[in-house]
């Protein structure tokens, strides 16, 4: 039977094994612990390198550092490779570039948005710049200040686009592959108090879709030459909910037939159903577990892999034919579980 191997990021002490690698039975859902790894403070956020034999993380703390690790997934080892200073408190997000020469990250507190280059064997070296943003948005608790929240390369070119929640605001930077250098080219601003958190893009037409944590709505964006132009704006959430959520990640199916959200406090997974680029709410399912902060669809599979951050378990559901999860294949304790990532 062919498997594929999941890498889970938490908010584990140093002295807990914070970064887990398990094995995904293709056939079954079924999760089996492979290697595991301490020594990180809160190793929350992660990024496969396209070599798929090192990956970094972040340590999400005040004056966070930026991990870089070598694996083996078939052996069942990980091992620390370097760590550098990522510029700001509480690094919240990291991707690496499509050639695996630059890893970006940005950091929550410190607003910085900030560029390591990586060698060839996946590690970090130091900084080559680091971009701050200033500003504020519409809610005083959670938008007084800039807060970079993610950041994403466009595919196929050298665009970043940063969703910063504080400043209700995506922002398009042009990274100089030569240099490590990033320009700011465009800002797009959402509505006020949506707190932009992730993005994500369909696979084969000119649309974004960015999830806003504060207001649990997802905008959906053309992508232009000058920026993203907003061409709409739709809930997360079943019509009658009162409750309190806050919306966490969003993801394209590969066949760019659906867009998914996780819900935090519904604790589900909301489903649209995506014509001409545009969205229509097929429903929210039960996400299978509490605190659904970052899940994976597993490319070529019925299966979602969900991080419930505040029940500690890692579940595995499989998706219906109407795009929706429905039955739990399997569900794994381990530690505030936050990110989850495919080895590619």
Same mark, same amino acid.
């Given at each position: 039977m062919s498997s594929t191997y999941i890498l889970s990021g938490s908010y584990a002490t140093a002295e807990q094994a914070g970064i887990t690698l398990w094995e995904l039975e293709s056939a079954t859902g079924k999760l089996t612990?492979?290697? %595991?790894?301490?020594?990180?403070?809160? #190793?929350?956020?992660?990024?496969?390198? #396209?070599?798929?034999?090192? &990956?970094?993380?972040?340590?999400?703390?005040?004056?966070? /550092?930026? $991990?870089?690790?070598?694996?083996?997934?078939?052996?069942g080892l990980i091992q620390e490779l370097n760590r550098q200073k990522a510029g700001g408190d509480h690094p919240a997000h990291i991707t690496i570039d499509e050639d695996g020469q630059w890893a970006v990250s940005v950091t929550y507190s410190g607003a910085h948005v900030t560029v390591h280059p990586l060698s060839a064997d996946g590690s970090i070296r130091e900084m080559?710049?680091?971009? !701050?943003?200033?500003?504020?948005?519409?809610?005083?608790?959670?938008?007084?200040?800039?807060?970079?929240?993610?950041? &994403?390369?466009? #595919?196929?070119?050298? !665009? &970043? &686009?940063?969703?910063?929640? @504080?400043?209700?605001?995506? $922002? !398009?930077? !042009?990274? /100089?592959?030569?240099? @490590?250098?990033? %320009?700011?080219?465009?800002?797009?601003?959402?509505?006020?108090?949506?707190? #932009?958190?992730h993005l994500a893009f369909h696979p084969s037409e000119n649309f974004a879709y960015g999830v806003n944590e504060l207001d649990s709505t997802v905008s959906v964006y053309a992508l232009e030459s000058k920026g993203l132009k907003e061409v709409q704006n739709i809930s997360a959430l079943p019509e009658h909910f009162t409750g309190t959520n806050t919306s966490a990640e969003i993801a394209v199916s590969g066949d760019g037939r659906f867009v998914y959200v996780s819900n935090r406090g519904h604790d589900s997974i909301a489903v649209f159903r995506v014509a001409e680029g545009l969205l229509e709410s097929v429903g929210q399912a039960d996400a299978g577990g509490a605190g659904p902060r970052h899940f994976t669809l597993v490319p070529n599979s019925p299966w979602i892999v969900i991080a419930h951050e505040e029940s500690g378990t890692i579940a595995v559901k499989k998706i219906g034919e109407d795009g929706l999860p429905g039955e739990t294949a399997d569900s794994v304790d381990t530690v505030t579980p936050v990110c989850v990532r495919l080895l590619k």
């Open positions: 612990k492979q290697a %595991e790894a301490a020594g990180v403070e809160r #190793p929350s956020f992660l990024a496969v390198h #396209p070599n798929g034999t090192s &990956f970094v993380a972040v340590s999400e703390t005040g004056d966070g /550092e930026v $991990v870089a690790y070598w694996l083996n997934p078939q052996k080559t710049d680091s971009k !701050r943003h200033k500003g504020s948005g519409a809610n005083p608790d959670r938008q007084d200040a800039a807060h970079p929240h993610s950041a &994403f390369q466009l #595919p196929g070119t050298n !665009r &970043f &686009f940063v969703s910063d929640l @504080g400043m209700d605001a995506i $922002v !398009r930077y !042009r990274l /100089e592959l030569h240099s @490590g250098i990033l %320009e700011q080219e465009a800002v797009t601003k959402t509505a006020p108090g949506a707190g #932009p958190r």
